[in-house]
T-cell receptor
Framework: KAGVTQTPRYLIKTRGQQVTLSCSPISGHRSVSWYQQTPGQGLQFLFEYFSETQRNKGNFPGRFSGRQFSNSRSEMNVSTLELGDSALYLC????????????FGNGTRLTVT | GENVEQHPSTLSVQEGDSAVIKCTYSDSASNYFPWYKQELGKRPQLIIDIRSNVGEKKDQRIAVTLNKTAKHFSLHITETQPEDSAVYFCAIRRDNYGQNFVFGPGTRLSVLP
């Protein structure tokens, strides 16, 4: 079974631009979560989508948004990029949701200059 | 908000020795407690998890113990090997709906040959 696939692997953007990251979950997984990983703040929850609906949201500004498609693939968008948005963005998929382990993708490394 | 503390932040052991990492949390509603291993430049991977109706779970050289009354759970690695060197994260599920996890800050384990 293919794992969680994230594209692109690396991105370099300028302050003020916007970016879209993509995530394809493991086949059969309907829950997709997004996490931001930085050396200073560690792994922080952004949001979770289940059956095309946002089910949970972390404490990030509205510049961070996402969506999920009918095939469970998910996208995350960050608008008006700031230097502090530089991070590894990890997508994780899981089965129905409750008490199912997260399966992480390899992440997208975003650098904002 | 929800908080997960993890100790120690770094741990060095000799090959063959045991390693123990402890996490404490504050949300008494949590009922699922996974541990993830992240090797340098790679994605976090689940190594073991435990649910609140179980006090201990073992998988070969890895075990997790849970004390729900005291709100802490620990990862135990026996007969450590150099390939165990990585950053280990504990996590709790923030509520009982969805996949909203709070991660500990991580423990960098170095196994010296």
């Amino acid at each position: 079974k293919a794992g969680v696939t994230q594209t692109p692997r690396y991105l370099i953007k300028t302050r003020g631009q916007q970016v879209t990251l993509s995530c394809s979950p493991i086949s059969g997984h309907r829950s997709v979560s997004w996490y931001q990983q930085t050396p200073g703040q560690g792994l922080q929850f952004l949001f979770e989508y289940f059956s095309e609906t946002q089910r949970n949201k972390g404490n990030f500004p509205g510049r961070f948004s996402g969506r999920q498609f009918s095939n469970s693939r998910s996208e995350m968008n960050v608008s008006t990029l700031e230097l502090g948005d530089s991070a590894l963005y990890l997508c994780a998929s899981s089965l129905t949701g409750n008490n199912s382990p997260l399966h992480f993708g390899n992440g997208t490394r975003l650098t904002v200059t | 908000g929800e908080n997960v503390e993890q100790h120690p932040s770094t741990l060095s052991v000799q090959e063959g020795d045991s390693a123990v990492i402890k996490c404490t949390y504050s949300d008494s509603a949590s009922n699922y407690f996974p541990w993830y291993k992240q090797e340098l430049g790679k994605r976090p991977q689940l190594i073991i998890d435990i649910r609140s109706n179980v006090g201990e779970k073992k998988d070969q050289r890895i075990a997790v113990t849970l004390n729900k009354t005291a709100k802490h759970f620990s990862l135990h690695i026996t007969e450590t090997q150099p390939e165990d060197s990585a950053v280990y994260f504990c996590a709790i599920r923030r509520d009982n709906y969805g996949q909203n996890f709070v991660f500990g800050p991580g423990t960098r384990l170095s196994v010296l040959p």
